[in-house]
T-cell receptor
Framework: DAGVTQSPTHLIKTRGQQVTLRCSPISGHKSVSWYQQVLGQGPQFIFQYYEKEERGRGNFPDRFSARQFPNYSSELNVNALLLGDSALYLC?????????????FGPGTRLTVL | GNSVTQMEGPVTLSEEAFLTINCTYTATGYPSLFWYVQYPGEGLQLLLKATKADDKGSNKGFEATYRKETTSFHLEKGSVQVSDSAVYFCALSPWGQGAQKLVFGQGTRLTINP
């Protein structure tokens, strides 16, 4: 079975631009979470969506938004990009949305903001 | 607030050496604790977990015991292999939260030399 897939793999943007990152969960998984991993640090929680509804949000500005589609895939949008948004963005999926359900991570999208 | 602190890396060991990676946490209530591993070029993978005090998580020869009295969840392995070279992340799931929010430490890079 395919794991969590993310696209694109790499992305280069300039300050002020907008970006959309995409995630396809493992087949049958209904929950998707997004994390930001700055170089040399651990991932930081951005959002969780379960059954197309936002279940949780981390400490990120309103420039960050996300949504989940009826097929459970998800998009993360970041507006007005800043240099500090350069990071690896990770998507994780799980079967259910409970806190202890095992999360399976994708390989990430590397975003560079110039 | 909730936070996780891991020992500074990188850690370099010889094959068959004993491994300890220290992890301490700050959290209210009764968080669940996890170790994730990130192999080169791959996504984060759950290595082991423990959901209550004195629980021992184990997998692939790795072990960690949830010590509430010392707020610690140290990762150990008796005899490491070259294939264990990876970045290891300690994480917690805050108690009483509805969301699948993981709080990660900064990661410890482990290199095993033959």
């Amino acid at each position: 079975d395919a794991g969590v897939t993310q696209s694109p793999t790499h992305l280069i943007k300039t300050r002020g631009q907008q970006v959309t990152l995409r995630c396809s969960p493992i087949s049958g998984h209904k929950s998707v979470s997004w994390y930001q991993q700055v170089l040399g640090q651990g991932p930081q929680f951005i959002f969780q969506y379960y059954e197309k509804e936002e279940r949780g949000r981390g400490n990120f500005p309103d420039r960050f938004s996300a949504r989940q589609f009826p097929n459970y895939s998800s998009e993360l949008n970041v507006n007005a990009l800043l240099l500090g948004d350069s990071a690896l963005y990770l998507c994780a999926s799980s079967l259910g949305g409970a806190p202890l359900d095992e999360q399976f991570f994708g390989p990430g999208t590397r975003l560079t903001v110039l | 607030g909730n936070s996780v602190t891991q020992m500074e890396g990188p850690v370099t060991l010889s094959e068959e050496a004993f491994l300890t990676i220290n992890c301490t946490y700050t959290a209210t209530g009764y968080p669940s604790l996890f170790w994730y591993v990130q192999y080169p070029g791959e996504g984060l993978q759950l290595l082991l977990k423990a959901t209550k005090a004195d629980d021992k998580g184990s997998n692939k020869g790795f072990e960690a015991t949830y010590r509430k009295e010392t707020t610690s969840f140290h990762l150990e392995k008796g005899s490491v292999q070259v294939s264990d070279s990876a970045v290891y992340f300690c994480a917690l799931s805050p108690w009483g939260q509805g969301a699948q929010k993981l709080v990660f430490g900064q990661g410890t890079r482990l290199t095993i030399n033959p």
